[in-house]
């Protein structure tokens, strides 16, 4: 089994400021990593993965996060946040068999003010 | 069709009543998959479908729950005797195959709201 903790519930942040959202995975096999991005009253959107290869992964919106085996994170940044990405974004694994379903974290709501 | 598609949008539903919630996976997808989404209980998985194999109901909270999914396309959640601990959006993704990396795509969910 897996687990997903996303430490931070909230994130207020200026526009145009650097951000970090954190995640910690815990699991006993290995897996991928995920983080989506879901806006007000929509669906929730592949932001970037992490399958294999290199640690850092870059993602849509400017976004990117670096997957750490040995602190078992898979933290989310961006160095420059907009108005437009205030949202609420969530970290999630999977197991690399089979059609695993995704563990999710509880979420980070970013909010980004002028 | 382009993405995944629920329906309906939004359902209101008195207690005790039974609710049909429809999921229309990205054509050729072979796996599908229901979340539900509640403020106390964030993300959690409910069923998914691989195929032609049996269906992973582990996730299912109670036996008013139940998912078929026709032809390897189309699926069905049903809550039965609805409760108001019931109220959440629920949503559907689906996932092309294993090289992928399991990724899912999802639809914009249905909002249940039991009264």
């Known amino acids: 089994a897996q687990s997903v903790t996303q430490l931070d519930s909230q994130v207020p942040v200026f526009e145009e400021a650097p951000v970090e959202l954190r995640c910690n995975y815990s699991s006993s096999v290995s897996v991928y990593l995920f983080w989506y991005v879901q806006y007000p009253n929509q669906g929730l959107q592949l932001l970037l993965k992490?399958?294999?290869?290199?640690?850092l992964v870059k993602g849509i919106n400017g976004f990117e996060a670096e997957f750490n085996k040995s602190q078992t994170s898979f933290h989310l940044r961006k160095p420059s946040v907009h108005i437009s990405d205030t949202a609420e974004y969530f970290c999630?694994?999977?197991?690399?068999?089979?059609?695993?379903?995704?563990?999710f974290g509880k979420g980070t709501m970013l909010l980004v003010s002028p | 069709g382009a993405g995944v598609s629920q329906s309906p949008s939004n359902k209101v539903t008195e207690k005790g009543k039974d609710v049909e919630l429809r999921c229309d996976p990205i054509s050729g997808h072979t796996a599908l998959y229901w979340y539900r989404q509640s403020l106390g209980q964030g993300l959690e998985f409910l069923i998914y479908f691989q195929g032609n194999s049996a269906p992973d109901k582990s996730g299912l909270p109670s036996d008013r729950f139940s998912a078929e999914r026709t032809g390897g396309s189309v699926s069905t959640l049903t809550i039965q005797r609805t409760q108001q601990e019931d109220s959440a959006v629920y949503l559907c993704?689906?996932?092309?195959?294993?090289?992928?990396?399991?990724?899912?795509?999802f639809g914009a969910g249905t909002r249940l709201s039991v009264l």
């Open positions: 999630a694994v999977s197991e690399k068999q089979g059609y695993s379903t995704l563990t």
């Open positions: 992490y399958l294999s290869g290199s640690t």
């Open positions: 993704a689906s996932s092309l195959s294993r090289a992928q990396g399991n990724i899912q795509y």
